[in-house]
């Protein structure tokens, strides 16, 4: 049984002063990391914000509320580091925080896809779930050029059916 109670909030609830508290699959393949996408939207529905830069791809506020009453609000968030939970520097945030980690890591993801790029590199990725099968597929450099022509558009799309 969890301490804590989660449930999506407000984005100006979040402190201003937050930082990384816990990765959520960080070692894993980018397959890992569009299940972990998946499994949030599962748990809390449509983000705050989706982009299309992979280095700020999205972010979600959640309250964490424990039976005594005290709150804990931490931010899911896929950035630099990948997938993610920032929050505050208390000890209660980062209890919430792992309690989080586990909750996500244990929900089955929903279908869903979403595209970005990588901004300093270029290259491009597709990420979601499919059928309950995750994908991961990235074009860079030359791929990434020719990307731009209707018929290897085409054949990119083809690889994630």
């Not at 290259?123 to 209707?150: C, E, F, I, T, W």
């Not at 290897?152 to 799309?157: A, G, H, L, M, V």
């Amino acid at each position: 049984m969890y301490t804590y109670r989660f449930r999506k909030c407000n984005p100006e609830r979040l402190p201003t002063e937050r930082s990384l508290i816990r990765n959520v699959y960080e070692m894993e393949s980018g397959e890992m990391h569009s299940v972990f996408c998946g499994q949030v939207l599962a748990l809390f529905g449509e983000p705050d914000y989706v982009t299309k830069n992979n280095e700020d791809l999205f972010s979600l506020a959640v309250c964490g509320k424990r039976g005594d009453g005290e709150e804990v609000f931490l931010e899911i968030y896929y950035g630099p580091s990948g997938p993610a939970i920032a929050g505050g520097n208390e000890w209660s945030d980062r209890t919430a925080a792992f309690q989080l980690s586990e909750l996500i890591v244990n929900t089955n993801p929903i279908d869903y896809e979403w595209c970005s790029i990588y901004q300093d590199v270029p290259v491009k990725v597709k990420m979601g779930v499919k059928n309950g099968k995750p994908y991961y597929k990235s074009l860079s450099g030359l791929a990434l050029l020719l990307d731009k022509l209707p018929y290897i558009s085409k054949i990119f799309d083809k690889d994630l059916k």
